[in-house]
């Protein structure tokens, strides 16, 4: 039987749908012979396009377009690879992916396989793929950044500089062993400053990495008040429609209601919940416990007040929920700005409740407002400021961000960490900086086993 990675592998790699022009690449060693099949053409120039017809099996003409075909191993799989880029018509398509299937040992790819077969051919290291996928799967500007620089940056250096201290280390305390008996004494120093150095740093990179993940996978803001505050208005504002249903009946929200939104080019995951209070009604009340239960889990938070849900009951409940909550991680919202008495209210408020002075605030209407474009963008620059800053964008360390590469990084800190405080027997902190050696080659895909790079690579789209 032939090996899995003899089968030469196809896939679509534009959308399919009607479109322009589409993209089927082809990896394996059939590559050529496939291009001379189907585009009836004996000699192939490797890396040049050519535009020619193709046909199907019948010698029937399927369409026309360009055929380029990378000779192993300049491609991007490192295999033999052809690429079609044929009219993007989904009968096309249909009759050039069955073309293919009809091949001898010529399959559909899986998802992340092309990827998978690069990353074997050692095209590039784990990082540079998990990058990849992000930055394909990047929607805002800041999620593409991060996931340029993930997979084109220098994390490479980090890995050699880090492998380095590490091996340098051993090599002392590996000497040290050996000349144990010869009575010299020998310096720890060195080997703990060295270590020290690289404990500091991978703690830096999985604070910034932390970050990094909250830009590529969203930023959780929960919304809570009062009952009647309007912070279901303040969510369908935020959102441009009305999703969540408002009414002047306190209690309207009862389910929390969650919408994903680019606030100043951050991912934001924006939850409206049912208004805090000493509910009556069942369902309310399970509402309310949702929202005491959520406003525990997260961490960051837009408190909306109105002036007319004011009351000595409101403000026992918001004082004793600030005192629970990181309120450096929370902004107020005074709506209803349209409201005579606005400003009075507002005052009322702040001096009910001495937290609320400290934190920073914006007054609002979201129903006089909600067709003012200027305002939204107020609100949401406000937002951006003073709720979700995240400050890594200037920064160039930073390159991690995946959970995989988050947890390595931990191990390999608890390892060194381990090692350090073994310094009095020197063969168990050699063995804390084997393993930490061993996770940091894991981390670069140096010495994965094929379940652990199947889960990593299929989570890829197809055709990648
Ligand atoms: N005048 C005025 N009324 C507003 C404003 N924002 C919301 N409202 C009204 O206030 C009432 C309550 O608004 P909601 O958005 O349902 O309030 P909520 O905080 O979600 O209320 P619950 O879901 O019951 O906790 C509705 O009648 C809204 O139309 C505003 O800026 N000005
Ligand atoms: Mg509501």
Redesign the pocket.
């Known amino acids: 039987m032939k090996k899995k990675t003899e089968e030469t592998i196809f896939a679509l790699s534009t959308p399919y749908g009607q479109s322009a022009i589409a993209v089927v690449r082809i990896s394996g060693n059939m590559s050529k012979m496939i291009a001379k099949s189907i585009c009836q053409i004996n000699k192939i120039d490797p890396r040049k396009a050519t535009f020619t017809r193709f046909y199907d099996k019948q010698k029937k003409i399927i369409d026309s377009g360009i055929m380029i075909f990378f000779n192993s191993p300049f491609s991007f799989t490192g295999e033999d690879m052809l690429e079609f880029q044929c009219h993007g018509g989904i009968s096309i398509i249909n009759k050039m992916l069955l073309e293919l299937s009809l091949f001898e040992n010529c399959r559909y790819a899986n998802p992340g396989e092309f990827s998978r077969r690069a990353f074997a051919n050692k095209k590039n290291d784990l990082i540079h793929y998990e990058g990849l996928a992000n930055l394909i799967a990047s929607e805002t500007e800041n999620q593409r950044i991060i996931a340029t620089k993930q997979s084109f940056g220098e994390s490479v250096n980090i890995y050699r500089a880090w492998r380095e201290s590490l091996l340098e280390s051993i090599a002392l305390l590996d000497a040290a062993i050996d000349f144990s008996d010869e009575n010299e004494t020998f310096s720890l120093n060195k080997v703990e400053k060295s270590l020290n150095e690289v404990v500091k740093k991978a703690t830096n990179t999985i604070k910034l990495a932390k970050n990094n993940q909250e830009i590529l996978f969203g930023t959780k803001v929960l919304i809570f008040?009062p009952?009647?505050?309007?912070?279901?208005?303040?969510f369908n504002f935020l959102s441009r429609e009305d999703r969540?249903i408002?009414?002047?009946?306190?209690?309207?929200?009862t389910d929390q209601n969650s919408n994903v939104l680019e606030i100043s080019g951050i991912r934001t995951v924006i939850t409206?919940t049912?208004?805090l209070r000493n509910a009556s009604r069942n369902v309310e009340k399970i509402g309310v416990d949702k929202t005491q239960e959520s406003i525990k889990q997260r961490n960051k938070f837009i408190l909306?007040l109105?002036p007319d849900c004011f009351s000595d009951e409101n403000c026992k409940l918001i004082e004793s929920t600030l005192k629970n909550i990181n309120t450096k991680k929370t902004i107020v919202i005074f709506?209803?700005?349209?409201?005579p008495d606005f400003q009075a209210g507002v005052n009322l408020w702040i001096s009910k409740i001495k937290q609320l002075k400290k934190l920073k605030n914006i007054s609002?209407?979201?129903?006089?407002d909600i067709k003012n474009v200027n305002i939204l963008v107020e609100l949401n620059n406000f937002i951006s400021k003073n709720l979700l800053t995240i400050d890594t964008l200037g920064n160039d360390d930073y390159f991690f961000s995946e959970k995989r590469q988050i947890d390595i990084v931990q191990k390999i800190i608890v390892h060194i960490k381990d090692a350090l405080m073994s310094l009095d027997d020197l063969e168990i902190s050699v063995n804390y900086l084997d393993q930490a050696v061993k996770l940091l080659d894991e981390l670069f895909g140096k010495n994965n086993y094929e379940d652990r790079l199947g889960y990593i690579f299929d989570r890829f789209c197809i055709g990648k």
């Open positions: 008040g009952p009647n505050s309007g912070k279901s208005s303040l969540a408002t009414s002047d009946e306190a209690g309207t929200t409206d049912a208004g909306v109105s709506n209803k700005n349209d409201l609002i209407s979201c129903t006089s």
